[in-house]
């Protein structure tokens, strides 16, 4: 079964999108079947995967609202070398429809129990608002990243997201945790990044992953193209950064399955 994992942040411009589409492209690199499902209307993971978001055939909003089947939405074969779920403006509409529809909350859920026995990680980039696209993205996923800007408001608003993923843990989804932390944008050179960082570390401890994502040109221009910095520069320290945030979360989900598999020691 798939690790579905949500990245989420409801500020804007922290580097959501641009973690989806390079992890997905690293985790694929490293061999594994990876799904990259965008929930974003603005459908920038899409366009950055090399989908035409106007030329969707059947997007994320209809595999939300029942119009197809989760297997009609998916795209294969694509040279980014993971699959992709794709959105584009019509998910706008999803927000209000879904309000009318039962089980709203686990729609996306439904949909990949079809499909997450075929992936070994699914990926689902976000909107910069805590709302029902969110709330579905989070009710199917077992674990939360959290891409931060280590920049002075980056802790503002964080408590309300943590209460967020809480309370759908309490109502919705208990398998739901924070599966990490990662700071992006960094820039060493700045001490309150440095700051920053060392608060983010003393808050969340081992939840901070160790990996750091650089502040790296090629990791803005690369989506122009519609390729994954990977793939456009392989070598640059955006690309070098995300294969290294691939490998420490494979690690840590390696290690958590090969600790709930030994048995627990009884008196
Ligand atoms: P979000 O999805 O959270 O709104 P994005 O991933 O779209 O954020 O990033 C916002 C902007 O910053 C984009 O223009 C993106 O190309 C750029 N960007 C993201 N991460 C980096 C980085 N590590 N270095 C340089 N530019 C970055
Ligand atoms: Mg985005």
Sequence with gaps: MAKILTITNQKGGVGKTTTCVNLAASLAATKKRVLMIDLDPQGNATMGSGVDKHELEYSAYEVLTDQCEVTQAVLTGLPVGYDVIGSNGDLTAAEVELLQLPRREFRMKKALLNIADQYDFILIDNPPSLNLLTVNALAASSGVIIPMQCEYYALEGISALI???????????????????????????MSLTKDVSNHLVEYFGDKVYRTVIPRNVRLAEAPSHGLPALLYDKNSRGSVAYLALAGELIRKTNKASTEASVPEQTE
């Design 163 to 189: 209460g967020t993923i809480d309370k759908i843990n309490k109502r919705l989804n208990p398998e739901l945790r924070i599966e990490g932390i990662l700071r992006t944008m960094f820039d060493p050179r």
